[in-house]
């Protein structure tokens, strides 16, 4: 599936199934499953500073639109679930595409996300 180049920087706040973003299902998934959650929520860090410097061409972004597209596949899935309600989150399909989503990433060399003490 193709994603629009408006779509590739900002991915995680895009509206999905009723109107949920990836960010908002995270809040649901996160009361039954949080190392679950956080894991999604790395990756769309990781992702987010990786996309940053192509902002202005986001069509630019070459592998990376790629795992954008992964991400979205399974955005679309965690707001199908969340909209219908919190019982039986697609673990299966999330531990699948983190594991694989995390070593694209480290492929990439996009580094993990750090905390900043400043």
Same mark, same amino acid.
């Given at each position: $599936?193709? &994603?629009?180049?408006?779509?590739? &920087?900002?991915?995680?706040?895009? @509206?999905? %199934?009723?109107?949920? /973003?990836?960010?908002? %299902? ?12 956080? *894991? ?20 630019? *972004?070459?592998?990376?639109? *790629?795992?954008?597209? /992964? ?5 679309? %899935? ?5 909209? %219908?309600?919190?019982?039986? @989150? @697609?673990?299966?399909? &999330?531990?699948? /595409?983190?594991?694989?989503?995390? *070593? ?7 580094? $993990?996300?750090? &905390?900043?003490?400043?």
């Amino acid at each position: $599936m193709a &994603i629009p180049p408006d779509q590739i &920087i900002g991915f995680s706040e895009q @509206p999905r %199934a009723g109107n949920w /973003t990836l960010r908002s %299902a995270l809040v649901r998934l996160a009361q039954p499953e949080p190392l679950r959650s956080e *894991a999604i929520l790395q990756i769309v860090r990781r992702l987010d500073a990786a996309l940053k410097p192509f902002e202005k061409d986001p069509e630019k *972004a070459g592998d990376l639109i *790629a795992v954008v597209e /992964t991400i979205g596949e399974l955005s679309d %899935a965690l707001c199908e679930w969340a909209q %219908a309600g919190p019982a039986n @989150p @697609p673990l299966a399909l &999330i531990d699948q /595409t983190c594991a694989a989503l995390f *070593a694209r990433l480290d492929e990439l060399g996009v580094p $993990m996300d750090r &905390i900043r003490d400043d």
